[in-house]
């Protein structure tokens, strides 16, 4: 299947690679949702904790969001290494 075939079915939008820029711009949105999440998560678990309940579970999710958040940003910096000079 060509190229122009692919395109035609998937649309010039999905088919079209993303500019650089735009790539970054989503995968920052992407890192600030996520710290967001991170945040409303830490206030849960203190919320919990000053209740009395018990928060192992809670505390391993936040645990993941976090390892996620740094994934991310390890992601984010990684491809701004690679990046040329003259983007």
Do not use: H, N, W, Y
């Not at 088919?15 to 890192?31: C, G, N, S, V």
């Amino acid at each position: 299947m060509s190229a122009r075939s692919i395109a035609e079915r998937v649309g010039p939008e999905v088919a079209a690679p993303r500019p650089f820029a735009a790539q970054m711009e989503r995968l920052d949105r992407t890192i600030e949702e996520a710290e967001q999440r991170l945040e409303e998560q830490q206030t849960l678990i203190a919320q919990a904790a000053l209740a009395g309940r018990d928060t192992a579970r809670d505390a391993f999710e936040l645990r993941k969001m976090q390892l996620l958040v740094a994934i991310l940003r390890e992601g984010r910096e990684r491809l701004l290494g690679r990046l040329p000079a003259s983007v």
